[in-house]
C-alpha cells in the first residue's frame, strides 16, 4: 500500500526558499513517476514539476521554471522540490503525486494520471 507522506512546508518572504520532501513510507515497488501539485484557495490543482525514476528527465510548468528544481531523493520513492526565489503567487498547499505507470509525457500535468496522492503541506509567501 502507497503511502506518500510530504513534509518541508511553512511560511516564507518572498524572495526566500523552502524545500519540499516526499516519501513513500510503505511501498515497495520504485515509481515511474513523481511529481508535485499545487492548489491555491479557491482554484484548481495545477502541475508544477514532474521526474521520471532515472531522475535524468524533469519537467515544470512556465510558471515555476527557472525557479524550482524536481530531483529524486536517495531512498527509493523519494521526490525534493527545491523552491526558490519564492513569490506571493507560489502560496498553495503542495500535494505529492505518484505512478508505478510510466506517464507519457503529453499526461505528465494530467492529475488523473497519478493514483497516489499525499496529504499536501501548505507554503505560504508573504510580500
Known amino acids: 500500500q502507497v503511502q506518500l507522506v510530504e513534509s518541508g512546508g511553512g511560511m516564507v518572504q518572498a524572495g526566500g526558499s523552502l524545500r519540499l520532501s516526499c516519501a513513500d513510507a510503505?511501498?515497495?515497488?520504485?515509481?515511474?513517476?513523481m511529481a508535485w501539485f499545487r492548489q491555491a484557495q479557491g482554484k484548481e490543482r495545477e502541475f508544477v514539476a514532474a521526474?521520471?525514476?532515472?531522475?535524468?528527465?524533469?519537467w515544470y510548468s512556465n510558471s515555476v521554471k527557472g525557479r524550482f528544481a524536481i530531483s529524486r531523493g536517495n531512498v527509493k520513492n523519494t521526490v525534493v522540490l527545491q523552491m526558490n526565489s519564492l513569490k506571493p503567487d507560489d502560496t498553495a498547499t503542495y500535494y505529492c503525486a505518484a505512478s508505478y505507470n510510466r506517464v507519457i509525457q503529453s499526461r505528465l500535468g494530467d492529475k488523473v494520471a497519478y493514483p497516489y496522492w499525499g496529504q499536501g503541506t501548505q507554503v505560504t509567501v508573504s510580500s
Open positions: 510503505a511501498g515497495t515497488l520504485s515509481m515511474s513517476n
Open positions: 521526474i521520471r525514476s532515472t531522475g535524468t528527465n524533469t
